[in-house]
């Protein structure tokens, strides 16, 4: 715990510059926009499954409507939950803490960060909001689509304020990038050498490495669409192009520039969404099985693996765009290097957990699921990397499978896991009730697996992406329909699930026991005691667990002056 | 916990199962090596699924039901063995991948000479389809002559003479026996031309003309979808592709260029 002393006013607490004031207020931040994001989907798969139902507010569900659910539900799940929670929203509570630190290296520039996000999102939200309509083209925003005010409702004013929100957003988190990398690089505890950080660390590190390369390319993309749409310029639309009756005059340009310079930035964001998870998902299985990491080594290096892969494999989403077979196979075989490392990771966190005195708890559940998750839905990876079946699978539900299992349930599973463990740092030393979140746990499991696993088969029988009704016309996809609604069900149970955790939230936050000092016997920094904050060293790695003699404990935290090891 | 959990992975497998075989692609209309691929890359992967899972499951279930546990072995050499298969696998899965996709890959130019020649140009929200007519040649369009209102979805040029036996129409008509050579376009956004029954998709980028061939061998009607989201219409923009065998395709052929 880092003793600061607390600013008096409403304003400067508001604005906060503590580390982890900012930390909350991102969580807080991440919590609505996920609320938010899991509402339009539920909208999203109720038309779908029954589409002349009229809904409450809504009435009749039109097609705009619902692209423009899409597109905003992808929006603010990648950006505002699974970028900020994990990343900015733990990272700032914890980061200072398990390196011994006593904040982080730039906490205004820090409070500027999260303001601009906050900003961001309010931007989006209007975005959601304006007369003329929601932008329609999917989080994706592939021109001439997005380039073209007339293609379609919601791609003038609407277009422009998301791609406004994106724009902000990507300054935001380069900003706190480098706090993070900064903070990690100068600011840890004597002895806390670079191989005896806790594996959280790790993943907020590389994760912020790729953020602050990654983002630049994401921010020039929308600075050029922005110019395409308003300065007569021709990065991304070509010459003789028709819409709604009109020429278009602009020439020159390629759709796929626009590809290739999100996708640069879209592929290391899935990485920078899930290193986190899984540097938690380590420390977490480690602490439980009270057992150390089995070769820490290999899961730094497969973290930096995982990060460097991550940058090369972009062409991956554009096997079907008329890229040379050449290219296609250099991404191919690059895409297929990255499931090594992951390979790597899974084994190891069975491997913690296979020879463990594992204590059963919600953060342990939700770590298990973690690696249930990522398996799933990684192994089709593999899959979709082949240029001879992603031809057929590409944009349909098999990818929605793919990436909603491992980024979206593996991910959340993370950010749950993150919530249940660090409940204490979160509020004022409080834990979370353990009843409530087994009961989470089970139903969200269920849930996503029977929401996402027949994803897969509705993607085999061909059935595309982002149709906002299947059409009556094609006989097929019309066949389709009871699965459709099988998975809409399926969804109701995993958000309904999600209300168990909410409640759960409140209430622990107002009236959960007392976590005492170290309630998971812990090994981290964040854990002593307030008081040992002078002379901190750091005498050992982050994982000693070791099978203990009669009435002794089975651990010893990072900065113990007992004993050196490690 | 260790129980339930792989009794929720007991059922996974064999919903999967099942249901992986009611809900094959839609009928096979061409040769195609999708369909073996994909059987054996599921079951390739379908086996590391269940071993790993069953792996987690097993783990727990021991930590619930064993004594307590001595320090761990050093994993070191398991990794490196781990790893190792690992990138077999996969790589392995990718280079014969590779060996079929050049085979079976559809782009560019048919070598075929008699290869029949079909213009499709997708728009918001339609499929138009173009046969050159026996002149061989596509006539001249111009983006500023398109009325579909007027039929003339494609900006047909009238005063081009290779313009007078074109044949536009919104089925796309092929014949089993040849090869089907494509010219794939698209007027305004990007669209994806998937045709579930040939194990095909191309992507329509404007500012692009994106060569294809393909070949049908099974006559009958399918269906062509679009898969790039373009606007308001996405899912309605369907269109039939109707195989015929080769004396009906060529009646249909003439008779089509008459009208």
């Keep these: 715990m880092t003793v600061e002393i607390q600013p008096r006013s409403v304003v400067s607490r508001v604005f906060s510059t503590h580390h982890e004031t900012i930390g909350r207020q991102y969580f807080w931040l991440g919590l609505i926009a996920g609320i938010t994001g899991m509402l339009l989907s539920a909208v999203m798969r109720i038309h779908i499954a029954w589409p002349e139902l009229r809904l409450p507010f809504l009435g009749e569900v039109k097609p705009e409507t619902y692209l423009a659910f899409l597109t905003i539900h992808g929006t603010l799940m990648v950006f505002f939950v699974l970028n900020l929670v994990p990343q900015s929203g733990f990272g700032n509570l914890m980061l200072p803490a398990q390196i011994g630190a006593r904040s982080m290296a730039f906490p205004v520039l820090n409070a500027v960060a999260f303001w601009m996000t906050a900003s961001s999102f309010l931007v989006m939200v209007a975005a959601l909001l304006v007369t003329g309509g929601a932008p329609i083209s999917g989080w994706t925003q592939y021109p001439p689509l997005s380039a073209i005010a007339d293609s379609g409702p919601g791609q003038g004013l609407g277009t422009d304020l998301w791609l406004i929100s994106v724009g902000i957003f990507c300054v935001a988190s380069s900003l706190g990038s480098i706090n993070f990398l900064v903070t990690t690089l100068r600011m840890r505890a004597h002895g806390m050498t670079l191989m005896r950080l806790p594996l959280t660390v790790w993943g907020w590190f590389v994760a912020a490495m790729l953020s602050l390369l990654a983002f630049s390319v994401l921010l020039a993309a929308a600075v050029l669409l922005l110019s395409d749409r308003h300065y007569g310029t021709s990065f991304f639309i070509p010459g003789g192009l028709t819409v709604n009756g009109a020429l278009v005059h602009h020439e020159g340009g390629s759709p796929l520039l626009w590809q290739h310079l999100f996708w640069f930035f879209g592929h290391p964001e899935v990485y920078i969404a899930i290193l986190p998870g899984m540097g938690l998902t380590s420390h977490l299985l480690a602490t439980f099985a009270r057992k150390p990491v089995p070769n820490y080594r290999a899961m730094v290096h497969s973290t930096l693996a995982i990060g460097w892969l991550g940058f090369l494999v972009w062409g991956h989403h554009m096997f079907t765009t008329g890229l040379s077979p050449y290219a296609t196979l250099a991404f191919s075989a690059l895409t297929l290097a990255v499931a090594v490392p992951s390979s790597v990771k899974t084994l190891n966190w069975i491997a913690t957990l296979w020879n463990g005195r594992t204590r059963f708890g919600t953060p342990l559940l939700f770590s298990v699921g973690f690696v249930s998750l990522f398996i799933t839905g990684g192994l089709t990876g593999p899959l979709l990397a082949q240029p001879a079946l992603d031809v057929y699978l590409h944009d349909t539900y098999f990818v929605v499978a793919h990436f909603h299992l491992i980024m979206g349930m593996a991910g959340i599973f993370g950010i749950f896991a993150a919530t249940y463990f660090w409940f204490p740092k979160l509020s004022a030393g409080r834990l979370m009730n353990e009843r409530l979140g087994r009961a989470h746990f089970w139903l969200s499991i269920i849930g996503a697996y029977g929401t996402f696993l027949p994803m897969h088969f509705l993607g085999m029988a061909g059935q595309p992406r982002r149709y906002s009704q299947v059409p009556e016309t094609v006989r097929f996809l019309m066949d389709l329909m009871p699965l459709h609604r099988f998975i809409t069900v399926a969804a109701m149970v995993l958000i309904t699930a999600q209300i168990i955790f909410i409640v759960n939230l409140f209430w622990s936050f107002l009236r959960g026991n007392n976590a005492g000092e170290n309630p998971w016997q812990a090994t981290g920094l964040e854990w002593r005691a307030s008081t040992e904050d002078e002379e901190l060293l750091v005498h050992r790695h982050a994982y000693e667990f070791f099978a203990p003699t009669d009435g002794e404990k089975d651990f010893r935290m990072q900065h113990e002056a007992e004993e050196n090891k490690g | ?259």
Aim: hydrophobic share 45%.
């Design chain 2, 1 to 259: 916990m260790p129980l339930a959990f792989l009794l929720l992975f007991a059922l996974l497998v064999l919903a999967s199962v099942y249901y992986f075989g009611q809900h094959w692609a839609p009928v096979l209309a061409a040769s195609s090596l999708f369909d073996p691929r994909l059987k054996m890359v599921l079951l390739v992967l379908g086996a590391l699924f269940v071993v790993t899972q069953l792996a987690l499951g097993i783990s727990l279930w021991r930590a619930r039901h064993r004594p307590v546990a001595s320090s761990a072995r050093p994993l070191r050499d398991w990794e490196w063995i781990w790893a190792g298969t690992a990138a077999v696998i996969f790589f392995g899965l990718n280079f014969a991948g590779a060996l079929i996709f050049p085979v079976g890959t559809l782009l560019g130019p048919s070598p075929q000479k008699d290869s029949v020649r079909v213009e499709v140009t997708a728009e918001q929200f339609r499929w138009n389809f173009r046969y050159p007519g026996p002149d061989g040649r596509y006539g001249a369009t111009k983006p500023s002559l398109r009325d579909a209102a007027e039929g003339n979805p494609l900006g047909l040029d009238r005063s081009d003479s290779a313009a007078a036996d074109d044949i536009v129409t919104a089925t796309l008509v092929i014949p089993t026996d040849r090869d089907v050579e494509i010219t794939l376009r698209s007027h305004d956004v990007i669209h994806s031309f998937f045709v579930p029954s040939l194990r095909f998709k191309q992507d329509a980028v404007p500012g692009m003309d994106i060569f294809l061939h393909i070949r049908a061998e099974r006559p009958g009607e399918y269906d062509l979808v679009c898969a790039e989201l373009c606007g308001i219409g996405h899912n309605s923009m369907n269109a039939k592709v109707r195989v015929l065998p080769p004396d009906e395709f060529d009646r249909w052929l003439a008779e089509a260029g008459t009208r």
